[in-house]
């Protein structure tokens, strides 16, 4: 179905010809999912959009050919490029939020593009997306065809990118990233659709991503790629259970394994010795391991949300967010938290940080009681002590400001250090201590990569000296090797400094390896709550079990 040789695509740029991808040959049969895996910056969604022929000026293909079925795509034109896109080709993008339209129904979008691409009416377009909508496992179709993209939840908003993807019956469909934002559950139910698809309707897939769970459990072929270069390719069990690559192995080391618990996320190298630009920095942080460590309890926390009212003689639909959550965070330990989305894990978060008021509850934090939401003023002792690293760190970081003017905002705002030049000197040594280079404080958010920006927001949330670190999906966006470092770092910080973490993801497997007990939320209720080898080894709720079982999870004969 899609046959690609010597593929090389470069950027113009007034420096010279940058080479993003060079010699990339790969082929993908019909009704075939082939994985294409790597870390940031290997070239796989640049291999994508040449195929789709999205690549935007100063890019260009210099060299290689590109074959749909019998069509040579580097021979046709413009106008012929924009007919096949979406005819035959189509794609579904990692966050499906932004692939929809949010000013649209979902009725209007799925009837724009089957007209688009088929000679029909009105009532015929709308009676084949009702009938995609089902296929694809949205229950009363005919009904929720008429909401708009933001009343779906993200498991939702990819099925109606996918039936959107396949409304025109193409050949080829490539899926960058469409499962990295969703939880495990709806992870499981996006790939199980993905692999019906391939199978019922022989339609190709390529599948981008950077979770090797993923490409095991549904990839019958993989290429592997590296600073634009394809480092191996071939059968998936062939490449992930007997890797011939050196770089290849080390992705492999990097997955945290599901089944057993490690001291340590393994890494290609790590450097152990805390460099000396760094010792002001811990010293300054260490002095605040003379309190006692800090716990974080929760007595029955509730938080409900009121829904439109739909006419002025009936009520509004009450949502009920969190209900009596209860849970203690023991001093100095790591608590993971996990659940689907939708679950209250997030909006659990925003009422620790005293950002959404509960409707009732109470919590105290190393055995002081917390004001609530709105009573807890900017300048309140809390601020200070807890602090939280986000899921995003591009959006959470002020791109108007360089790194050195974001790390000593805190410690200017809470009074730390008065000095101008010593809180410079103080910014400097924490970006030693989180494994950056001092020099970095003069640049911009956006001239690092995700991994080096998370390592940042790290640094600006140690230099409020936080008792309490909420880390929000602090890696989901990150490949496995550079996760494996951030997560380790973590692992670090927190034993050193004696940090109190509460640690929120949907991977169950980081949350094996980072977390000594473990929360499980499901509709704002909790599930369960024991010691993380508990939970994983001898799960007592039924939700815990379905949640580990729809985890993927390599292979057994396949652990290299």
């Not at 994985?35 to 789709?52: P, R, Y």
């Not at 960058?176 to 309707?201: G, N, W, Y």
Request: charged residues 20%; aromatic residues 6%; neutral net charge.
């Amino acid at each position: 179905m899609l046959e690609i040789r010597g593929l090389t695509v470069k950027f113009s740029s007034r420096f010279g010809d940058f080479t993003a991808i060079k010699n990339v040959d790969m082929s993908i049969k019909p009704g075939e999912i082939h994985g294409l895996v790597g870390e940031s910056g290997a070239g796989k969604s640049t291999v994508g959009a040449a195929v789709i022929g999205l690549i935007q000026s100063p890019g260009y293909v210099a060299s290689g050919t590109l074959l749909l079925g019998e069509t040579d795509l580097q021979a046709l034109t413009s106008a012929q490029v924009h007919e096949i896109r979406g005819d035959r080709i189509s794609m579904i993008f990692q966050d499906p939020q932004t692939s929809l339209n949010p000013l649209m129904t979902i009725e209007d979008q799925l009837i724009e593009t089957i007209q688009a691409h088929s000679d029909i009416r009105k009532t015929e377009a709308r009676n084949q997306a009702i009938e995609l909508l089902e296929e694809i496992g949205i229950k009363n179709a005919s009904e929720r065809i008429k909401a708009y993209p933001h009343q779906f939840s993200g498991g939702m908003r990819q099925r109606v990118v996918i039936a959107l993807s396949i409304c025109t019956d193409p050949d080829l469909i490539i899926a960058d990233e469409p499962t990295t934002a969703l939880d495990v559950a709806v992870q499981s139910q996006v790939l199980k659709l993905i692999q019906r698809m391939a199978k019922e309707r022989q339609i190709a897939f390529m599948l981008i991503t950077h979770d090797i769970g993923v490409i095991a459990q549904v990839a019958d072929r993989v290429t592997v790629m590296r600073n634009g270069w394809v480092t191996e390719t071939g059968e998936t069990s062939q490449v992930l259970g007997s890797p011939q690559n050196p770089y290849t192995r080390a992705l492999m080391d990097a997955v945290p394994p599901l089944n057993v618990r490690n001291d340590r996320f393994r890494v290609a190298k790590e450097d152990s010795i805390v460099p000396r630009s760094a010792v002001t920095a811990e010293r300054w942080l260490l002095a605040e391991r003379e309190q006692e460590l800090a716990g974080l309890s929760l007595e029955n926390i509730t938080v409900t949300f009121q829904g439109p009212r739909k006419s002025l003689f009936r009520r509004p639909q009450i949502f009920v967010a969190l209900n009596n959550v209860t849970f203690n965070i023991r001093p100095g330990s790591i608590m993971g938290l996990v659940g689907e989305s939708g679950s209250g894990k997030s909006t659990l978060a925003k009422v620790i940080t005293g950002l959404l008021t509960p409707q009732s509850g109470a919590m105290r934090l190393a055995g002081v009681a917390l004001p609530v939401g709105k009573s807890r003023n900017r300048r309140h002792l809390s601020r200070q002590a807890i602090q939280m690293v986000f899921q995003d760190p591009y959006s959470s970081l002020n791109s108007r400001h360089a790194v050195g003017e974001i790390l000593t905002e805190p410690l200017w705002f809470y009074g730390f250090i008065k000095d101008r030049v010593e809180r410079k000197k103080m910014a400097a040594s924490m970006l030693s201590l989180v494994g950056m280079s001092p020099d970095a404080i003069t640049k911009y958010p956006h001239q690092f990569s995700g991994g080096q920006r998370q390592r940042i927001a790290i640094a600006r949330a140690l230099l409020a000296r936080p008792r309490l670190l909420i880390c929000d999906e602090p890696t989901s966006a990150l490949d496995v090797s550079i996760q494996a470092e951030i997560l380790n770092l973590l692992k670090d910080l927190q034993a050193k400094f004696g940090l109190t973490v509460l640690f929120i993801s949907h991977n169950l497997a980081v949350v094996r390896q980072m977390a000594d007990d473990t929360v499980v939320l499901r509709n704002g209720r909790v599930e369960e709550i024991n010691s993380t080898e508990k939970v994983f080894e001898n799960p007592e709720a039924e939700y815990t079990k379905l949640l580990l079982s729809q985890t993927p999870v390599m292979p057994s004969s396949w652990d290299t």
